[in-house]
């Protein structure tokens, strides 16, 4: 099948895991199956994120599955560090909503992917918390797109309770899978039961179509020619959600039903609740605790006593304690927090703030093995590396270097410069300037032998 | 007046903010009066510590008074780093009970600072938490040992509840002054307020004496010249408390009476009762949080929800969250904890290590004004200093160089090096070798010009 995993927003509701640029779809705190590969990183050995939980999840019940991922460009370092180089990647120039995303999916995978008009995909969110029955339905509700059951196929969810949290579909009879009658949008919960009595689905948020289909709509709201045409006027392009650009112009549409575990990650309160442990990381709890969830992704334990209902997560980021349900009101208080990123995942590694000082920072850089970082300069700070694992070569104003740990680079203000990691190379590099920032960087081209 | 202070163990009870190497009295957690001096780190700027606070009462209320801190060695450096050079020290060489400590700082009084026989001394606990009141009876207290009122003179405190948690002195009348009838120790609840009932007052722990009649005691007990002699046969000595080798023996004890606020903080709970801001550091907190106290020593914000009676406390070593009346359970958890020691203070200033790794480790340097480190080698490991700001010299096998921001030293295992701060002065130490320890340490004389 083709699928494509629609990967949003950075959900600072997940603060300190999750933040400007880190998303919570790369937070590795899922227990990974017994005979699944080591990861890298002290905390996370043993431990996926929700993106590779997904991805594991869809190649198990289609080994030759297609997945594609749309998504903005910061989160493209991320994807190819946690799923490697076989992952087809839609790049969001900019923030649109759901409509231009998927617009621009459909193109990719037909002018750049090569997949013919007349072959279905299926679009859905990247951070449902699922058993892999959801994913085998997924792979039957493309089966029903590419038969030609309906021009959209949707996965309506069996509801358990009276959300107020989800849209409604309302199908024409109780077969597996129905004509879509109506759609409902969010109810109260009295609705929402009048909805669930009269046989509603919550909608999953999951399409299906043949890609003709929705590049022909695509055409009809865009003047635009292909893929790469599409993809340079991205930014000139309306928000408009798929529901209002297509679902709600569509009589022929169909559902089908899902009964399975079906849960949504977006809160501390329900990301907790899918964690099978109540720790990662170096947690130490009293038997006294009752209902608590701790994440730690600091060098240094975490110590809980006496606590119920409390999530505890520290990064380098920040430390939260919340009750539990408190915890779906962080929003605005990480809002207001005005940070320097004290860590992230870039194309060729890592990095962490180790120390910042008025007129220094301090940061330690991991570099992948085969990577390395862009060649660049800085105008106002004086940078020194210090190398502390790994092999591998510097290039420092054109000049060619092996390096090993132990070994010193010192690089002026103004020196062109970067790192070529042999193995995973692990350095320090110390900054001093009155005026350090990620702004001050400008890039070259480099030619290596 | 004469005062020491006994200023005595761990207190683990406290973690993460103490630990084996970092007493509670040096934490600085207490709002200073508006007048003081800024302090030099960032959270703890218009923060005192508990031996701070106690020293400034104590020249508050006698500005003339001698002060002599009865310690081991490992807390001379944050006494000379908090309290300046003014206060007398006796050093304890290893940890014996109270009456060996008392016996030595006596004699230390005597043959050191030149304290007459004949001269009163009054002896208390570094960390009451208290008002000036408290130091104006302790004056009280060393004037009626200094009048020859009794034998020994000490402190009843008015007890406010029926507590288990001290010892009582039943006096043989109601006067503010009064001789000592009996003592009782540690009682339970309902014995304690039969005590109370009979006129009883809590044990303070302040003795007030004079020289001669401890040292008399002392040479009793122990076969000694003088205080050089005592320092050392100091480890050969018996573990015995004051009370139990002298209090028990004396039949001429007077007790005053102290009505005043008076607390012991000995736990997270009891600590953070006597905060006067629910925050010190970088915390934020949501209307929903009731009785919290947070103390961030990280460079990162704490945020927390909706939680009630909840003490957090994030250092170097670790983050603690915790039930507060929980909290004082804390002890044989954190004995669990078997962790690198993360920030320590030195007579030279401190340093916070950064990041760990197997091959290596990295750690922040600060060296006070005027002082430098100890002339030292490593035998398993090289050293790369980068200096991120102040001046000074170092001296590396011999040779003395000046240093600035930017300066970078590197040092192969076998190097003698220190280094020697004109202002403060910080660096970046980065440690390289497969076996890094703090006992690979040779130490040097230095001759320096």
Redesign the interface.
Known sequence: MNIVLLSGGSGKRL??LSNDIRSKQFIKIFRKPENSVPMETEYSRGYESMVQRVYRQIKTVDKNATVTIATSKSQVSAIHNQLGGDVGISVEPCRRDTFPAIALATAYLHDVQGVGLDEAVVVCPVDPYVHDDYFAAIQKLWELAQAGTANLVLMGIDPTYPSEKYGYILPTSTDAVAKVDTFKEKPDAATAQKYIDAGGLWNGGVFAYKLSYVLKRAHELIDFTDYADLFVKYDTMNKISFDYAVVEHEKDIAVMRFAGDWKDLGTWNTLTEAMEESAVGDV?M?A?CENVHAI?E??????????KN?V?S?S????????K???S??KP??D??D?QI?FAEKSWGSFRV???????M?I?VTLNPGHRMNYHSHERR?E?W?V??GRGRTIIDGMEQPVK??D?V?MAAGCKHTVIAETEL?L?E?Q?GTDISVSDKKKYELKTT
């Open positions: 603060w300190p130490r009293d006294a730690n600091m060098g240094v334990p975490i110590l809980a006593m006496g606590l409390v505890i520290a380098p980021e920040g430390i939260l304690v919340s009750d349900n408190q915890s009101y962080i208080y990480v207001a927090i940070q004290m180790l120390d910042v000082e008025e007129d220094s301090t330690k004086d020194v210090t502390i694992s740990p132990g010193v010192t692990q320090i110390v001093l």
